[in-house]
């Protein structure tokens, strides 16, 4: 990030700060990615994310980036990873987890 760049401080913000600098995905993988990332939205808020029909089109609640860094953030994580688990084959699971680690990481690289 440049020094003329301010850090995020919205997690969407940060998601699609993260896809613009994602070097090697095209366009229906940054697609994808930003479906898997903008999903974890909803439970690190304490909110259930819409499935089904509802998930489709729905807007992510506005999440301070700093909620990442909050005592119940694991707890909800935990929670949403078992309710995701209930709707989505464990494949899918597995590449929204993966998504999240690897934009947390990129963010935690970059402060």
């Known amino acids: 990030m440049s020094e003329d760049q301010a850090a995020p401080v919205e997690y969407g913000a940060a998601v699609d700060r993260y896809l613009a600098a994602a070097a090697g995905l095209g366009p229906a993988s ?3 990615y930003r479906i898997s990332l903008l999903g974890w939205a909803w439970p690190l808020v304490g909110r259930r994310t819409p499935t089904g029909r509802a998930r489709k089109g729905a807007r992510p609640p506005s999440v301070p980036l700093t ?4 005592p119940e953030t694991p707890k909800r994580l935990r929670r949403a990873l078992t309710d995701r688990s209930t709707t989505a084959q464990p494949t899918t699971l597995v590449r929204e987890l993966s998504c999240f680690r690897a934009a947390t990481a990129w963010w935690l690289a970059r402060g």
């Open 30 to 32: 940054r697609r994808i």
């Open 67 to 70: 909620l990442l860094d909050g």
